[in-house]
């Protein structure tokens, strides 16, 4: 990756999400010409390299230092350094981590094998454009689809100004699906492209990948099918995130330990990706059935009634979302009676309570904050609480409404957590009650019909 005897040191603004500074040697890990090129690098909030250096300042905190294995995506792949770091304050009074590598591992080759072999055999098509839509890989089935359209992004759309809508979309808020106007080989056809941000697997850079799904064959659902349709599988696909983070987070933890993790633990992590992968193909699963035709919505719910318990389902969530609370430096912990077992459907029990983890992570967190996820066989109940910022009433009667993201008490939202939760509350008969005001938290309780 670097020259021997290289040793990359780089300044990170975190509030900004921007480099501001590197020597030269960190110019050539970056993979950037100058600090201009460096300061004017994009780094989505979600962002693998983001997420680690946030981690990095929760864990030594303001003045502090800290040394360890850090990994970070200079170019497009996963590579591990040793870093030494520093969290200090700048002229202009903003935090700045101070970064200085050694020891770098250049990026495994057997990964970026095993992606591309991914990419190119997708029955679907697939193709990467860069942040100005130009084509940078494309796989065979898009040669096919798109054999005899033109290269670029914005081209492939009968309507160039909803292309370039679509990518703009894409580049600010990550990812972007919708049904438009296609040019295919075959001329005007319907696809439902989908799009995601991501980094250029040769170079690093700001580039897109985008799935084209062929509609032409299918006939076009009425207004109220489609809205309907549209909310759940919105529903889903928020709901998707929590399990996502879950496997990006522990397959993090493992590449970061390296050899210096036990193999118990190591094997528990493992345990731990295939519970988040088994939870997420439901959820496909589910959106796959979703579109297809005369699907009813009600009878994908509810199907799985039965005795649930909740205390082994509360710690299975609070494992799932370990890597979100570490990386915002929170306590996330399970409280109270061991035995409260409500009769309902246990997938939507667990899309509810992880909601309502995930909602609590994201917009109650504060360095050193605490959430807890407490069980109470009396009032057969259980409860979702942080120490955040809290929400106004007029806040949280904004948050509930669907697809609600009105913002509480320091710029909180419940964001789409709190009104999916109360819609598949209200699916298997309980109730959701909140409370919160500005600066006094936030508590979610969800109580269940008596047995």
């Known amino acids: 990756m670097n020259a021997a005897g290289a040793q990359p040191e780089f300044i990170w603004d975190p509030e900004r999400l921007r480099l501001v500074w590197a020597n030269s040697d960190g110019l050539a890990f970056w993979g950037e010409e100058s600090l201009i090129d460096l300061t004017e690098r994009v780094f989505a909030p979600g962002d693998e390299t983001a997420r680690a250096l946030a981690a990095r300042i929760a864990e030594i905190g303001e003045g502090g230092d800290g040394a360890g294995r850090l990994a970070l995506n200079p170019r497009g792949a996963p590579v591990w350094a040793r870093a030494a770091t520093t969290l200090e304050r700048g002229a202009d009074g903003r935090l700045r981590l101070r970064v200085a590598l050694s020891e770098v591992e250049p990026p495994d080759d057997r990964l970026l094998a095993l992606m591309r072999a991914g990419f190119d055999a997708a029955p679907q098509p697939l193709a990467i454009f860069s942040e100005t839509g130009a084509l ?109 983070t879950a496997i990006e987070g522990f397959a993090e933890f493992i590449a970061m330990a390296g050899d210096e993790m036990s193999a118990e633990r190591r094997a528990g992590y493992l345990d731990d990706i295939r519970t988040a992968s088994r939870r997420m193909l439901a959820l496909v699963e589910e959106i796959v059935a979703l579109g297809a035709p005369g699907t009813d919505p009600a009878a994908l719910r509810g199907s799985g009634c039965g005795p649930v318990d909740l205390r082994a389902l509360a710690e299975e969530i609070a494992r799932l979302h370990a890597p979100e609370a570490a990386a915002a430096g929170v306590t996330l912990s399970v409280e109270g009676d061991s035995h409260v077992e409500p009769e309902c459907d246990a997938a939507s029990l667990q899309r509810i309570l992880g909601n309502l983890v995930s909602n609590a992570l994201e917009h109650g967190r504060r360095p050193g904050g605490a959430v807890r996820v407490s069980l109470d066989r009396g009032a057969n109940a259980i409860e979702v609480a942080d120490d955040g910022p809290g929400m106004s009433a007029e806040a949280l009667a904004a948050a509930l409404r669907p697809y609600g993201r009105e913002a509480g008490a320091g710029g909180r939202t419940g964001g789409l957590g709190l009104s999916n939760a109360k819609a598949l509350a209200a699916a298997i008969g309980a109730r959701l009650q909140i409370r919160t005001a500005p600066g006094e938290g936030f508590a979610a309780r969800l109580v269940f019909r008596a047995g």
């Open 136 to 244: 940078l890989a494309r796989n065979e089935a898009d040669r096919r689809g798109f054999a005899a359209g033109p290269g670029g992004f914005v081209e492939r759309y009968v309507d160039p100004a909803e292309g370039r809508n679509a990518l703009a979309a894409t580049l600010s808020g990550g990812a972007y699906s919708r049904k438009s106007e296609t040019m295919g080989a075959g001329g005007p056809s319907r696809h439902r492209v989908s799009l995601r941000r991501m980094s250029d697997p040769s170079t690093g850079a700001l580039a897109v990948i985008a799935e084209f799904q062929d509609l032409s064959d299918r006939p076009a659902p009425t207004r109220a099918e489609a809205t309907s349709t549209a909310s759940d599988i919105a529903k889903l696909a928020h709901d998707l995130r929590s399990p996502l």
